[in-house]
């Protein structure tokens, strides 16, 4: 069964506006943690922000924000006035407790445009 | 810290030939993570290991993939034979002892794997 969801299709957001992806995922752990990371053209993966089940404050990295909503099991991405650098595919992943497995969506593409 | 090292960048082989990819994790780190991505099934884990133990192997697709790590320092993911429908980028990843947290795995630079 697929445990993290990203369906939004290929994104194009305007350099120095704002962008959500979406992130939905399954679990029936109490105890978990989400994360992003980021793969640019140039293949690394980057890891962005992380948010644990149990933190009661939305993550916050620089532009990156993860809009948590436990109770809807989502955990959507927020990267504040985009640049083009951010052009990349952008991934969420889970780890359930006690479980050092990362499930990974199958990821966002964005594109920055000046 | 050089970050994850491995090698080589890309590889490209014939098909029936065998495949060793290369993985210097980060030092002092406890967990090791071999993963696959492709377009169709996305990033995988093959498997990972803890402090140089094999823990979880599900991942492997089948008998001709094996990986070792024979110390803290580095690990191999060997493919034989090697198959067309095994060109993917593999990716080699660490991390620390989780102490309590969920802390990042960070990712190599990857090897691009092309089978002929």
């Known amino acids: 069964a697929q445990k993290i969801t990203q369906t939004q299709p290929g994104m194009f957001v305007q350099e120095k506006e704002a962008v959500t992806l979406d992130c939905t995922y399954d679990t029936s752990d109490q105890s978990y943690g989400l994360f992003w990371y980021k793969q640019p053209s140039s293949g690394e993966m980057i890891f962005l922000i992380y948010?644990?089940?149990?933190?009661?404050q939305n993550a916050t990295e620089g532009r990156y924000s993860l809009n948590f909503q436990k109770a809807r099991k989502s955990a959507n991405l927020v990267i504040s006035a985009s640049q083009l650098g951010d052009s990349a595919m952008y991934f969420c992943?889970?780890?359930?407790?006690?479980?050092?497995?990362?499930?990974f969506g199958k990821g966002n593409q964005v594109v920055v445009i000046p | 810290d050089a970050g994850v090292i491995q090698s080589p960048r890309h590889e490209v082989t014939e098909m029936g030939q065998e495949v060793t990819l290369r993985c210097k994790p980060i030092s002092g780190h406890d967990y090791l993570f071999w993963y696959r991505q492709t377009m169709m099934r996305g990033l995988e884990l093959l498997i990972y290991f803890n402090n140089n133990v094999p823990i979880d192997d599900s991942g492997m697709p089948e008998d001709r993939f094996s990986a070792k790590m024979p110390n803290a320092s580095f690990s191999t993911l060997k493919i034989q034979p090697s198959e067309p429908r095994d060109s993917a980028v593999y990716f080699c990843?660490?991390?620390?002892?989780?102490?309590?947290?969920?802390?990042?795995?960070?990712f190599g630079p990857g090897t691009r794997l092309t089978v002929l």
């Open positions: 948010q644990g089940s149990y933190d009661e």
């Open positions: 992943a889970m780890r359930e407790y006690g479980n050092n497995r990362l499930a």
């Open positions: 990843a660490s991390s620390p002892r989780l102490a309590g947290g969920y802390n990042e795995q960070f």
